[in-house]
C-alpha cells in the first residue's frame, strides 16, 4: 500500500514530470527516466493496436511486475499519467483520474506553462503534495 | 466636464462611436463590426420564434437577472490565462504587462460601474450615487466585488504612512487561483486586472486614483493580493471640504 512516484508523459513521448513519492523502487538518474518514459510511450502504441477485434483499444492499463504495479492513464490529448505503487494499492485509478484533475486545473489554466513543454509549476506541486504527499 | 477630457484609454473607444453613431441605431449595420447576430427589425413582435428549451441568446435577456447568468469558471480562467499569454508576447516587461492587463480590468470597471448602477438605482425614485470617499470604497469593497467575483473582497486597509493610500485585499482573488508565476517574474502581480477595474469604478464615481495590484503572501492564504489605491490629491482636497 504505497505510491512510489508519478510521471506525466506528453504526447511525444518526452517525460514532462517525475516526482518520487516513497522508497521502494531502484533510484535513477533523470536521463534514465526519460529513457523509460520514451520505452513506456513506444510499448503503449503497441499495445493499443493490438485489440483482436480490430479498431484501436486504449492501450495497456496496468502493467504489473513482481514487485510493483504500473498504471496508465490516458487522456483524450494522448497525455499519458502513470503511477507506479505496491501491487496492493487499490485506488491507483483513483488517485490518477485526481491527478488529472490538478493538472487540467494548476497546469493548463495557467498562462506560464507551454504545452507540451516540462512542468515547473508550484500550484500543480502544491495540489500534488497535498493528494499523494510529501516528495523525497 | 468628462467629456472635454476624455480619460487616454477609453479614446479608441470614443473615437469610434463619434465616427459610427448612426451605425449603431442599427442593429442589422452594427453586425460586422461587433458580431452581433443579426436579428430582423421587428419592433413590437418577437423576433424569432425560440424553440422550447433554448436559453435566450445573451442579447436577449433582461439585464437585471443575476440568478441564473452566471459564468463558467473554467471558461474564464481559460480565457483570461490567454488575454496574459496575449498580453505577454507584445509587452517588453512585467511593468508593461501589469499596466496592458490594467488598461483591459478597466475597460471592464468602465462597464460594471454603469450596469451595477443601472441595477442598483433605475428602479427607485431618487436615484443616488456615493460622492464620499469611504462609503465609495465600501460599496466596491462589497458590490462591485460581488458583481465581479461573486464574493466581498477580504478586507479594507488605510495607510499609515500615506494619507492618500487605500488598500483592499483579497485572500484568494478568482483570476489567480490556477496561476503559478514563475520564480524570475515574482513581482509580477496578474490582479492588476482587478486593479484596472477598480480604477474605472472609481474613475467614474468622481475619484480619480492610481491603482495597483501587488502580492501579499501570508501562511495560509499564498495567493493573497493587495489592491493599492493611491488617491489624487484633488478628491483629498474635496474630502476636506466636505468635512468643513
Redo the contacts between chains.
Sequence with gaps: MAIFGLWVINKAGGLVYQRNFADGLAQLTSNEYLVLAGTLHGIHAITSRLSPIGGSSSGAQVIEGESFKMTILLTATATKFVLLTSLAEPNADNVLQKVYEIYS??V?????HTPEMPI?????D?RITALIGSGL | MAYSQPHSRVSVLSTSSHSSSVEHLSPTASTTRFSLPSIPATPGAPAYPRPAGVRPNIYDRNLNKTRITEVSG?AF??L??????YT?KRVSGINDLERRLNTLGYRIGARVLELMAWRAEAASKAPKREIRFLPALMSIHTQVWRAVFGKPADAIEKSVENADEYMIIDNDPLVER?????KD?STLS?SSFTAGIVEAVLDGLGFPARVTAHNTPMAQF?SRTTILIKLEKSVLEREEVFKG
Design positions: 486545473d494548476a493548463m489554466k495557467n498562462p506560464f515547473r509549476s508550484e500550484g500543480f502544491t | 473554467a480562467t481559460f483570461f490565462s490567454e488575454v496574459v499569454q505577454q490556477y496561476i503559478s508565476v514563475p517574474m496578474c499564498p
